[in-house]
């Protein structure tokens, strides 16, 4: 603080006026009005407000408007002083303040604390006795009421570190019998509430940013080891305390002058070591003073100080209220705020009727409200001020609980320097040793007694220092009248405060000659060609940039520079830089943990169904489960489990690293990698959500499934997931029934090939495991299905927009589900209507088209070849082959059997095609095989195998098959249908199987069952009689021209069994 | 001074060093002629709590600790090695920092591939070899060997340009601190004196050219001099530097402030285009340093002097940037083009101001050179 006086904003003389000038144009309460600035000379205060004035009448130009200012922060001083409630201002992860809090509270005793923490957060403070610190208080709510849509889920932490005076309020009440602890901010939804009603350009994202510490990260940042910087996730920070210059030159103009780096240096060496030792009054006085410096210089329309006044009436509400209601006694009470707070001007600060109303600066001074000096008792605690009501908060349902929290999540969060929460936390372990004041804790916590630990190792450390100071002004003033007094009757002892040059402790050899020796070592094991030599040369450097910065001793962050300059060269060889193992050095990031009895239900019920993996779930660490499902059948519920966290986890959480679990497919040996205990948050947020893994499941893909934006293949994906993961065919057929009302509904066909991968995957599913009869849902999905695509189908071949795979699809849905969807009562001639409607302009539709008309038996194979034929003979069209070729490839998926025919027309284009259109389409063809027909490249490859010579002294005597046959007959509107098609297909079978009748003779019961089936009468033509063998070897030529007739007859049986048989 | 060019930065600021050294009580290692403390104060300039009789101006723009990193390194056993992006002011604080501490800052040995080891350390005058033989008198000392000799501070420009036998010769003049002249019988050792030091600069770009041995390493602190994108740093720099080269060639020109925003702007767009870019061809060549910009303004300002109207206009400055950042005709005009109709008209058409007029110049620029 010192810096304020010496070279502070009376030095700047002109300038420095001119910019408080400005800054107070804004401010509410801000420069007095009635010129009585320089008059008041009384109170305890009257002294060093009349010396400050003075000081600015001698230095600046303009002195009215810097003497304002001056006189305005001693005015606020004495305001918040005058307060009978004791106000405790403090600063966040503050050990000065978590040291001064807790003297004061082993001081003072008091019976009610007054918290400025969410209000609604006061039943889960019992649990941070579960937990390892640092963790962070949540609330969080989805289900959202009386918000814009969208903004949710809506999520607020306030992070607890161990070295913060919150803490020590807390562990103080919870631990005291007859202590009420009382929380008195805004809960969550009154938060939300504000910064919806004051940010509605924000309606469609998360609603705001942290409300305290939303700058930038001074420097650097945590931007190594992200993953415990993002610990909070995108919650809303809040915390305790926040007490940070709001006004960018104020804080640019601080940092220069205190020749420090970024502002958490500032306060460590200005603010927080000369009062790490200083008695209350100090103490008390010193962070008001900064807390009324930093309101009066918030730069006009700076909307956070409407906010923070609100929330200020909001608070003393709730005091004045818990006052009149419980009937303490206010000196009993103990009001715990941010210095920012603790001079607030609000009309409802205070717990007086007579403080209600703004309030001039100068009736302070001239002792005309003295805060209930004469009223000092209960009868005085006032009721509410009227006028200020609460807000009623929203329906919405709020969850509560704690999630673990770490030093560089709390950085990332608030916008410290990297590095900062953790040398606090280093600072407190010090501090604590050598003033030797006893904290408070809370019984049972997990990790206080290592923090007890380190605090005794760093004083070992700390040699001479560690110490307790007989002759602590703390210790020492504990029983004086200044310090142990009444709140009112607070000396003045700020004058001292300012004209003391900050007490630095002398350099401490043996810790920082520890520092260097530990950050060398660090750095060889993170890859730095580092020695004994960097160590010397560390120590030197820090001692001479100290010096060079006009400290007595290095700081952690001159170390931290002279770290840098000696050992970082031009590439850092690992993962961390120096920076970054400097800090882990000086005190490392602490991840904090949400012990098992405060963890949610459904993150228990998780711990309790893995209990007999036989792993610490506890652990940050990764660790490896293997599941033989076979030898131990006990595990299989953990392996359904784990499935289900995999799904709703994110990734990492839990990894199986061997096993695979789709519809219908288990694995009986299962692998996992988990990392539970590090992904805690992502539990802990799940258990908000539902109660059980299966439940929370279960929602998400409700959720997923009627999302506006959900397509009928989400919907499907969601029934996949629900019968994979829960085997619920309830859940399975409500999905389902939704899937089938998207269907109808949907107008494009842009999910077409994933629809029918997945219908087909699940019809298949349930015809192995249900094969009495299809769910109902799925019936009408094919029978809706089959409507829809034959309606869309004219469209889709035509629109620009819709591509050759979508239009692939619809037809595999329509032709390879057409019998069940026949079998339903749909119509064919639905279907051959709608292809007769379709009019393709452009070649891979055109082929497609051609392929579903031969597979409807409008176009016959001779004819669909002698087409292609025509292509590849006309010079015009050529160029476009292989565009056709790639609508055919596309046809493999609707019409599978002209695998046949894909083989040979590719054949025959790279044989007839000309170079200058076969070499550039090469890389094209690999591509378009590699992209659509990725799952029919297996049968061509078959097909290809099966019509090529295997071996090369074969392919001199191999002809083409297609070069072989016969002639194609002309087109004959007589023959087209089905039946002319069947008898071509049975032609081109017949040379190619001839032992096929031979077959069919020899057993003929399958041919007569066959034609019973079509309703024809068995009939042989030949002298056998039907059913009756005929001898094996036996040249009898009537029974095969029978059998010949009758396959010619219903060829379609003869070319499935020649299929089979090839296979 | 008129005589010079460019006069070294001990000649430019004499009066304020001479000053400063006479005011500073603080203490001085070795042979400095300022206390570290003075060396800070005249690289980043004076404030008013610094409570000096005179104000010092800021000479180097910049993060304050790298300066404090650099002056300390150099009041230690290690040599200082600037390391950075071509255009980021390592050579400017290295010859402030050698005139501050030394008043010299032209001991200076320029790394290139032809660099030898006789650079770095002595060579002989081969007529007075020939006439006297090998002698004292008959050597030629380097900058590096004279800064030994004197207890001052040398400079070694881009050392990684030069190869790596050649910087190994530096290892065992910073460890040992003195060279050995084998060829002389009697007064075969410069040993040096206390407060030599080397400053070097490497570009980061040159990285895997002649990379440094760790030995080399070892021997030097690096300093990173970060690229700026404060932009008022920036401002400050071009202003500052625009100023001295106004004063060199004697040019009395007001350089409007909207026309220095617009050169700010232009270079924060193209430097956001280069780093959002994902193939060399979709970015400039240029480093779009700091350095850079001051080029472009001072190609616009002699330009509009002796051609023009002796007053900048917009569209110079335009032409002027693109004269300076094509460098490859067809990548760098597409690029500029784009950035030209894409972003500075509809900005035109929203802000209006100078932009218009910038627009147009830009336009005739590349239409000339397409």
């Not at chain 2, 002649?210 to 690229?227: E, G, H, T």
Request: charged share 25%.
């Amino acid at each position: 603080m010192s810096t304020l006086a010496d070279d502070g904003l009376a030095d700047d003389g002109p300038a420095g006026v001119a910019l408080a000038g400005d800054a107070l144009a804004g401010v509410p309460g801000g420069p007095a009005a009635d010129g009585a600035v320089a008059a008041g000379l009384d109170g305890p205060f009257g002294q060093l407000r009349a010396r400050l004035v003075d000081a600015a009448a001698a230095f600046a130009a303009d002195s009215a408007a810097l003497a304002e200012i001056l006189a305005g922060l001693v005015d606020d001083v004495a305001w918040a002083l005058a307060e009978p409630l004791e106000i405790f201002p403090v600063c966040h992860h503050s050990p000065a303040s978590a040291l001064a809090m807790a003297r004061r509270l082993r001081e003072k005793r008091p019976r009610v604390i007054y918290l400025e923490l969410c209000e609604d957060l006061r039943p889960i403070l019992g649990e941070l006795r579960n937990c390892r610190l640092p963790v962070a208080l949540q609330a969080f709510a989805h289900e959202l009421e009386g918000f814009p849509a969208g903004v949710g889920p809506l999520s607020v932490v306030a992070p607890i570190t161990e070295a913060s005076a919150e803490h020590q309020a807390i562990a103080y009440a919870l631990e005291t019998p007859d202590v009420e602890l009382v929380l008195v901010d805004w809960s969550a939804d009154h938060l939300f509430q504000w910064e919806n009603h004051h940010r509605p350009d924000r309606a469609d994202g998360p609603p705001g940013p942290a409300p305290t510490g939303t700058g930038e990260p001074d420097h650097g940042g945590p931007d190594q080891d992200g993953e415990e910087a993002a610990l909070h996730g995108d919650a809303v920070g809040v915390e305790l305390g926040d007490l940070r210059p709001r006004f960018a030159e104020l804080e640019e103009f601080l940092l220069r002058h205190g020749r420090v780096r970024h502002w958490s240096e500032w306060w460590d060496q200005y603010v927080e070591q000369p009062l790490s030792d200083a008695d209350h009054g100090t103490y008390r006085q010193a962070l008001a003073l900064v807390g009324s410096l930093f309101r009066r210089l918030t730069p006009a329309g700076d909307g956070r100080l409407a906010r923070d006044e609100e929330r200020e009436r909001h608070m003393w509400t709730r005091i004045r209220e818990h006052l009149a209601a419980s009937g303490t006694d206010r000196d009993d009470c103990l009001y715990v705020c941010g210095a920012f707070h603790a001079v607030s001007r609000v009309p409802e600060f205070g717990t007086t009727p007579s403080s209600s109303g703004p309030v001039e600066h100068s009736q302070v001074e001239h002792g005309q409200i003295e805060h209930g000096q004469a009223e000092h008792g209960q009868e005085a605690a006032a009721a509410p001020v009227a006028g200020y009501e609460i807000g009623p908060v929203t329906p919405t349902r709020w969850l509560y609980g704690l999630i673990p929290s770490s030093n560089s999540a709390i950085e990332a969060q608030f916008g410290l320097a990297g590095g900062s929460v953790s040398i606090a936390a280093a600072t407190w372990a010090k501090a604590l040793a050598r003033s030797g004041v006893a904290p408070f804790r809370l019984a049972g916590q997990p990790g206080a007694s290592t923090a007890r630990k380190a605090g005794a190792g760093a004083a070992r450390k700390g040699g001479r220092t560690a110490r307790p100071r007989a002759a602590s002004p703390a210790a020492g003033s504990a029983n004086s009248p200044a310090a142990g007094g009444g709140p009112g009757t607070d000396a003045e002892r700020l004058s001292g405060f300012l004209e003391r040059p900050p007490a630095l402790d002398g350099i401490d050899e043996d810790e920082l000659l520890g520092w260097c020796v530990d950050i060398v070592r660090l750095a060889r094991r993170n890859g730095y060609l580092a020695s004994t030599a960097d160590a010397i040369a560390v120590f030197e450097t820090s001692i001479l940039l100290a010096g060079l910065r006009n400290r007595a001793r290095p700081t952690p962050y001159d170390f931290q520079d002279a770290a840098v300059t000696c050992i970082e060269k031009d590439v850092v060889p690992g993962r961390r830089d120096v920076r970054r193992l400097c800090e882990i050095l000086l005190g490392g990031d602490r991840v904090g943990q949400v012990g098992y009895d405060a963890l949610p239900p459904l993150a228990r019920d998780v711990h309790d169904r893995l209990t007999p993996l036989g792993l610490d779930l506890s652990r940050r660490t990764v660790q490896r489960a293997l599941l033989d499902l076979t030898a131990a059948p006990e595990l299989a519920p953990c392996s359904d489990l784990l499935w289900m966290l995999r799904y709703l986890l994110p990734d990492g959480a839990v990894r199986p690293i061997l096993g695979v679990r789709r519809l219908g497919e288990r694995s009986t040996q299962e692998s996992w990698d988990l990392s539970i205990g590090k992904h805690q948050r992502a539990l802990i947020e799940l258990g908000y959500e539902a109660v059980t893994v299966e439940q929370a499941l279960e929602q998400r893909l409700r959720r997923t499934a009627w999302d506006p934006k959900a397509t009928t293949a989400v919907a499907l994906a969601a029934v996949e997931d629900a019968v994979t993961f829960l085997g619920s065919r309830r859940l399975a057929d409500e999905l389902g029934a939704h899937a089938v009302e998207l269907l109808t509904g949907e107008r494009t066909v842009d999910d077409a090939p994933e629809v029918l991968r997945r219908i087909r995957r699940l019809l298949d599913h349930y015809r192995v495991t249900e094969p009495a009869a299809l769910p109902e849902w799925c019936e009408r999905f094919v029978k809706e299905g089959y409507a829809h695509y034959c309606t869309l189908l004219p469209t889709a071949f035509t629109a620009d927009d819709t591509g050759v795979r979508q239009v692939a699809s619809m037809l595999g849905f329509l032709l390879t589900l057409e019998n069940l969807a026949l079998a339903l009562g749909c119509d064919r001639a639905q279907l051959e209507l709608a292809v007769r409607q379709s009019h393709p302009r452009e070649p891979e539709r055109t082929a497609l088209l051609w392929a579903a008309q031969t597979r409807l038996g409008q176009l016959t194979p001779a004819e669909l070849r002698a087409r292609c034929d025509d292509l590849l003979t006309n010079p015009l069209v050529t160029g476009a082959f292989p565009r056709y070729l790639a609508g055919f490839v596309q046809a493999l998926e609707p019409v599978p059997t002209l695998a046949p025919f894909v083989v040979e027309i590719m054949s025959r284009a790279f044989a007839r095609l000309p170079d200058r259109v076969l070499l550039p389409w090469l890389p094209t063809l690999i591509t378009t095989l590699r992209d659509h027909a990725g799952e029919h490249m297996p049968t061509l490859v078959r097909e290809a195998g099966r019509t090529f010579p295997g071996a090369l002294p074969a392919l001199d005597a191999w002809t083409a098959p297609w070069s072989s046959r016969p002639p194609a007959p002309a087109a004959d509107a007589s023959t087209a249908g089905a039946r002319a098609g069947g008898a071509d297909a049975a032609r081109a079978a017949r040379p190619a199987a001839g032992l096929v009748p031979d077959l069919l003779v020899a057993h003929p019961a399958t041919t007569d069952a066959v034609a019973t089936l079509l309703g024809l009468a068995p009939a042989w033509p030949a002298t056998a009689a039907p059913g009756q063998p005929t001898p094996a070897g036996r040249d009898d030529g009537a029974t095969r021209d029978g059998a010949i007739l009758l396959l010619d007859r219903y060829p379609e049986t003869a070319a499935a069994v020649t299929g089979l048989l090839a296979h | 001074m008129t005589e010079m060019l460019r006069a070294p930065a001990e000649v430019k600021y004499a009066d304020e060093l001479d000053w400063l050294e006479s005011v500073d009580d603080g203490p001085k290692p070795y042979s400095w002629r300022l206390s570290p403390r003075m060396v800070r104060l005249f690289v980043l300039g004076s404030q008013k709590s610094d409570k000096l009789g005179r104000q010092v101006d800021q000479k180097w723009f910049g993060d304050a600790s790298l300066v404090e990193r650099a002056v300390v390194t150099l009041a230690s056993d290690r040599g200082l090695l600037l390391i950075g992006d071509p255009g980021t002011g390592k050579s400017w604080l290295a010859e402030l920092l050698a005139a501050a501490i030394s008043r010299d800052s032209t001991l200076v040995v320029q790394g290139t591939a032809g660099t030898t080891e006789d650079h770095i350390k002595y060579s002989w005058n081969v007529s007075m070899v020939i006439a006297q033989g090998q002698s004292r008198e008959s050597m030629i000392p380097s900058p590096i060997m004279t800064a030994m000799e004197r207890g001052v501070i040398g400079r070694f420009e881009e050392l990684t340009r030069s190869t790596s036998d050649v910087q190994d010769a530096l290892i065992s003049i910073l460890s040992e601190k003195y060279v050995s002249i084998p060829e002389l019988d009697n007064d075969n050792v410069v040993f040096a004196k206390p407060g030599f030091s080397v400053i070097a600069t490497a570009n980061s770009r040159d990285r895997g050219v002649n990379d440094l041995s760790s030995a080399l390493k070892r021997r030097f602190n690096f300093v990173r001099i970060p690229v700026v994108t404060n932009r008022r740093s920036e401002a400050d720099i071009v202003r500052f530097r625009t100023a001295e080269l106004l004063r060199r060639h004697q040019i009395e020109l007001d350089l409007p402030p909207t026309l220095l925003d617009i050169l700010l702007q232009s270079f924060a767009d193209l430097r956001t285009a280069a780093a959002s870019a994902t193939s060399d061809d979709e970015k400039l060549e240029s480093a779009l340093s700091t350095a850079e910009q001051i080029g472009v303004l001072e190609d616009a300002i002699l330009h509009s002097q002796f051609f023009g109207e002796k007053q900048l206009h917009a569209g110079t400055l335009a032409s002027s940037l693109v004269g300076s950042l094509a460098r490859r005709s067809s990548e760098d005009l597409a690029i500029l083009n784009k950035y030209l109709h894409g972003v500075v008209e509809p900005r035109g058409r929203k802000d209006g101001g100078l932009w218009p007029e910038f627009l147009e110049g830009g336009r005739q620029a590349i239409a000339v050179l397409s």
